[in-house]
């Protein structure tokens, strides 16, 4: 029997990405975004291309009160639920405009926390299941240049931390994804260095490879996770007189 696997934030580069390589290894799949009548081209796409059972379900990560419904409605329960919507969001705006500033925690850190809850309790009474949580590197220790979008996904860390801990003596796992720079629509723009910047479909295989092996926590590039030691041990005098 095929296993399912739900892309909430399907809309995105990586989460796509990752909906190819899961469905290239035999997985169905279910996108979730808002519009998703969208993704039907994407949807076709999958199913002819590795012939599995592909659904759509319309998700708004910012509407709390509907995602009991929308979970309770999927077509198929999930055998792995990904969680890969966001918004980044401009740390200026953020600093005077509170509606720029909750939406950035919303869909960043509360929408999350709302649906994965959800999640989370339907495999805890399966005793079966793995969460894939994308968070990012932003949330390692806060930086004048973007501490809003970083505390949020700092937050989401620690939730996934705790929810991989609950479930330790369980046949569920949580994986947190840090990413450091991805060439995503989120990112089109910016400056990114090009020997750090990942492109989703390597991401994608790393995160398939993480759920194969039961990792917890795993950092893409490799880079990051050595890099991010080091941002975290710089004194707090030194610190401040950075321009991160």
Not at 57 to 63: L, P, Q, S, T, V
Not at 130 to 139: D, N
Not at 197 to 211: H, V
Not at 216 to 230: E, K, L
């Amino acid at each position: 029997m095929s296993k399912t696997l739900l892309v909430l934030g399907a809309r995105s580069d990586i989460g796509q990405a990752v909906a190819q390589e899961f469905a290239r290894n035999g997985f169905d799949i279910i996108l979730a975004a808002r519009n998703v009548g969208n993704l039907s081209p994407v949807k076709s796409d999958l199913e002819i291309r590795f012939s599995i059972k592909t659904y759509l379900a319309e998700f708004d990560a910012e509407n709390f009160d509907s995602h009991g419904e929308f979970y309770n409605s999927l077509p198929v329960k999930p055998d792995v639920v990904l969680c890969v919507f966001g918004y980044l969001g401009g740390q200026k705006a953020a600093e005077t405009d509170w509606n720029e500033a909750a939406k950035i925690v919303n869909v960043n850190y509360v929408g999350a926390v709302s649906i994965l809850n959800l999640a989370a309790n339907d495999f805890a009474s399966r005793n079966q299941g793995t969460i894939i949580g994308i968070s990012s590197v932003a949330g390692e220790r806060g930086r004048q240049s973007n501490y809003i979008y970083g505390s949020a996904k700092g937050g989401f860390s620690i939730f996934l931390d705790g929810m991989r801990h609950r479930f330790a003596n369980s046949d569920v796992n949580v994986i947190t994804v840090k990413p450091g720079f991805v060439d995503t629509k989120m990112t089109a723009g910016m400056d990114l260095p090009k020997l750090l910047t990942a492109q989703p479909s390597g991401l994608a295989k790393a995160i398939f490879k993480a759920y194969k092996k039961g990792k917890g926590t795993i950092y893409f590039v490799r880079f990051w996770r050595p890099f991010m030691f080091i941002i975290r041990s710089i004194p707090e005098f030194i610190f401040k007189k950075t321009k991160l």
